[in-house]
């Protein structure tokens, strides 16, 4: 199962992936009815400054995922095959246990509702609308081996130059 | 779906439009697009806000002692010609100001200047004059082409990439893509701005100069690699001139020099000029933080010296980048909506330029001269002599510096007619406003900052009577009695290939455009100055560049420096970014960017509201409290009305591009 991984020194903040991430998620897939639509297009994942520089926050869907194992309804639930955690708008009653242990703060609410809102990982989308939309390739969508080598070919290529520089 | 080009800044992305019912309803990022390959920023996102936006203007309107009164266009295109005869044929055509909008096609400024030189008028100009008059004017000198030498994705192949004074990550993010590539690929970025902006965050090396000393950082660099023979002498013998001349003009400019104008240490300049120079492939991005200086002009012509010098010019990987701000501010240039050119860069002063267009045209009265400039203007208006202005697509109130003199100039004319999607600040003080449609309702080219012209395509009706601005402008010229033939974009952009030279081969644009010059139809240099220059004698030319230190030195009243720029989520004067509900809920507010020190002293924290004073004026802003400022400098965004209060009149001698970068200022906290 690819996922959604973020390449951590590459962000510059430019919010495209929040901009993506509501249009997919309005009804008319559209921004332009962010103003008037109801309920509210919103965002799924944050970009946040910290320590001088800039990160996509987005939902790792984590293993045993904790906002899943605590929520009393069976509103969020996880996919026992691929792990993506999704929500039931009509089971949930807003009582934020899922907000209040997720480690990463990537479960938000609806604009209206007290209805927990968290990445659904685009269902409808080959490539998710934030990963499809970062200029910079912050946000990329690929297996997790698939990443981890592309940090080792970086890594490599870094400490490559940097020997070659100083023979 | 409809295929169009990103409307805002001059990367020049493709997305389609989605039309249901006669509504755009969602922007689809096109992936095989050459420049942005899917991916868009935030305002290219939220470009569909502006079509079916509440606000949009939707009839002509004259003003009234009782208000603003609803026209016919009969009626308002009559008033309109009305009032250019009258004050043409009683005051002179110079009394007629046209400003054109690098918003709008490539056709529509054709017109415009058109309809300018056509009734006799000189003065035509755009908002080209306020973001890259200097680069237009000091590239042509230098080199003969004043243009992006290489296409954007080429950036990828480069090894070296110099950014001065632009901060490409929020303002052109795409652009990040591809300097990110080149990165990847192991090359060096260095980032000389002020501010530790997020370009500088991804930058090998930041070099914070104080501002308005990009030239003396440039000639020290340049003075460096003399010094140490890293230059290209096999390029500068075989392409170039005046070598000589400028290591004259550098004979007191040592490195120790420049590190106390600039307040970069010796070493990283020499460090920068060393990985420049010697790197196989180098390329410089600049932006306005060189153009918009009273010293513009030399800080283009200093990035040009220090290219040729390095041979760093016509090849995959190299060349000079001067990032424009506007969808189409080369089109405008290209077509001749400046007042020093007719289209394709003809000057009016040689005496075939005005035979070819006075034959074409069938007029024989085009000005076979340069006019005013938009800044000389508003210079004209309040000196009494120039009477009516035509503004089309540009916000001179906010967009231009000093801005209770703007508003003076514009009161002190006679008659004042603005063309615009949105009633702006300059709109307001209109005699008459005509509405015109957006890029997304009308045909016709736009060519990116990377010389390549696109199509795009109507995908809506504009609102209530709004009209194209090439229907506008041709039905204006027929009122008015002159030969306008056009029936729609293409008829336009055909005649543009048979008068422009350097557009005679673009006849066939396909998917993704073509880029200029293209001689014959299929065939282009995506990268120029290969084999020579477009010069008499295909050499570039090398001119000292003369540094000038600011006459806004920070003193005992002023104490700090203003600096102006952008921020990722607006656009320019901010008509269209001010009224987009998602980029609102980002930024609404106008900030004040401050160092922790400078706040410390005046007791101000974040989020306070503060004023800001220049001599010129004074704004109020709310504060953000920076490390990624230095001491001593402000920083404001340019988007809202009250920055270019701050502004005065300083401009630069040659171009007449005003100085926006640096201004001495106070801050103080509102009581």
């Known amino acids: 199962m690819p996922e959604i991984f973020v390449r951590l020194d590459r962000c510059v903040g430019c919010r495209s992936c929040e901009m993506a991430c509501a249009t997919e998620h309005s009804a008319g897939k559209s921004l332009i009815s962010a103003a008037s639509e109801h309920p509210r297009p919103r965002k799924r994942l944050y970009v946040e400054m910290a320590e001088g520089t800039k990160l996509p926050m987005v939902c790792r869907h ?8 605590v929520c009393r309804t069976g509103a ?35 604009a209206e509702g007290r209805v927990a809102l968290k990445c659904d990982r685009c269902p409808d989308l080959d490539v998710p609308a934030c990963v499809a939309a970062c200029p910079t390739h912050t946000l990329v969508f690929m297996e997790a081996e698939d990443f981890s080598e592309l940090l080792r070919v970086d890594a490599a290529a870094r400490l490559a130059r940097g020997y070659r520089s100083r023979a | 779906m409809v295929a169009t080009i990103c409307p805002y800044c001059a990367c020049g992305c493709g997305f389609y ?52 009164e609803r026209l016919s266009w009969q009626q308002a295109l009559q008033i309109l010609a009305d009032n250019l005869r009258r ?29 300018a030189r056509t009734m006799g008028c000189a003065n035509v100009d755009s908002c080209a004059r306020l973001c890259h008059a200097s680069t237009v004017v000091g590239l042509r000198r230098s080199m003969g082409s004043c243009s992006v030498t290489n296409p954007l994705s080429d950036l990828a192949n480069s090894r070296c990439i110099l950014v001065i004074g632009s901060n490409f990550a929020e303002n052109h993010p795409i652009l990040a893509r591809w300097v990110l590539q080149a990165k990847e690929a192991g090359a060096t970025l260095i980032v000389a701005d002020p501010r530790r902006t997020p370009t500088a965050w991804l930058a090998d090396q930041h070099l914070p100069l104080r501002p308005g000393t990009d030239v003396a950082l440039l000639n020290g660099m340049v003075r460096h690699i003399l010094d140490q023979g890293l230059h290209d002498r096999d390029f500068v013998q075989r392409r170039t001139t005046g070598l000589e001349q400028l290591r004259s003009s550098l004979a007191d400019f040592s490195l120790a020099r420049a590190e106390r104008i600039t307040g970069v240490s010796a070493g990283e300049l020499a460090r920068a000029a060393r990985a420049y120079a010697s790197s196989p492939a180098s390329a410089v991005v600049y932006g306005m933080g060189v153009t918009q200086h009273a010293s513009g002009t030399a800080g283009v012509e200093a990035v040009a010296n220090l290219a040729l010098l390095c041979g760093q010019l016509g090849r995959p990987g190299t060349g000079i980048l001067p990032m424009r701000g506007q969808n189409n501010v080369q089109g405008a240039c290209d077509m001749g909506a400046m007042t020093e050119f007719y289209p394709g860069y003809r000057l009016p002063e040689d005496p075939r330029t005005v035979q070819v267009f006075g034959a074409a045209w069938g007029s024989t009265c085009l000005p076979a001269r340069k006019g005013l400039t938009s800044m000389e203007m508003m210079d004209a208006a309040l000196f009494g002599t120039l009477k009516a202005m035509y503004i089309v697509g540009e916000d001179p109130i ?84 002159l030969n306008f033939p056009y029936t729609d974009a293409s008829s336009v952009f055909q005649e543009i290939c048979r008068r422009v030279t350097i557009y005679k081969g673009l006849v066939d644009l396909g998917d993704f455009g073509g880029f200029w010059p293209c001689l014959e139809p299929g065939k282009w240099n995506e990268i120029l100055h290969q084999d020579c220059f477009p010069t008499e004698g295909g050499l570039a030319r090398f001119l000292p560049a003369t540094y000038c230190p600011s006459t806004q030195e920070p003193g005992a009243d002023y104490p700090l420096l203003l600096t102006t720029g952008r921020k990722v989520c607006h656009f320019n004067s901010g008509s269209i970014t001010r009224r987009t509900p998602s ?60 920055t270019n209060r701050l502004t005065g009149d300083a401009r630069d001698p040659i171009s007449h591009i005003p100085e926006l970068k640096a201004w001495a200022c106070q801050v103080k906290k509102e009581v």
């Not at chain 1, 984590?62 to 194992?69: F, N, R, T, Y």
């Not at chain 2, 043409?88 to 400024?109: H, I, Q, V, Y």
């Not at chain 2, 005046?602 to 800001?612: A, F, K, N, Q």
Request: proline share 6%; with cysteine.
């Open chain 2, 583 to 642: 980029l609102l809920a980002i930024s609404d507010h106008l900030v004040v960017e401050m160092n922790p020190e400078d706040a410390a002293v005046l007791e101000i924290v974040e989020g306070d509201r503060v004023w800001v004073k220049t001599v010129q004026g004074s704004a109020s802003g709310y504060a953000h409290v920076s490390g990624s400022i230095p001491a001593g400098v402000v920083f404001m965004p340019f988007h809202f009305p009250a």
């Open chain 2, 398 to 481: 906010c967009s231009h510096p000093d801005q209770s003199r703007t508003r003076q100039a514009l009161q002190s004319l006679d008659f004042l007619a603005v063309q615009d999607i949105f009633m702006t600040e300059t709109a307001e003080m209109a005699d008459l406003v005509l509405p015109a449609a957006c890029w997304a309702e009308k045909e016709g080219t736009f060519t990116s900052a990377e010389r390549r012209v696109q199509r795009i395509y109507r995908a809506t009706d504009p609102p209530g009577e709004a009209r194209e601005d090439l229907w506008i402008v041709s039905n204006l010229a027929r009122t008015l009695g």
């Open chain 1, 76 to 110: 969020m639930t996880q996919d026992p095959e691929t792990h993506i955690v999704t929500r039931d708008a009509e089971k949930c009653i807003g009582c934020w246990m899922c907000a209040m242990v997720c480690p990463y703060g990537v479960v938000g609410r609806t």
């Open chain 2, 87 to 115: 004050i043409g044929d009683t005051r002179g055509p110079d009394a007629l100001g046209f400003l054109s909008s690098t918003k709008c096609t490539n056709e529509e400024n054709y017109l415009i200047q058109k309809l």
């Open chain 1, 62 to 69: 984590c293993e045993d995922a904790p906002c899943a194992s």
């Open chain 2, 17 to 68: 439009l989605e039309v249901e019912r006669g509504q755009a309803r969602r922007i689809i990022p096109r992936s095989d697009h050459p420049v942005n390959q899917g991916a868009l920023c935030p305002k290219g996102w939220a470009s569909l806000e502006m079509i079916h936006h509440p606000e949009r203007l939707k009839w002509p309107l004259r003003r009234t002692a009782d208000g603003w």
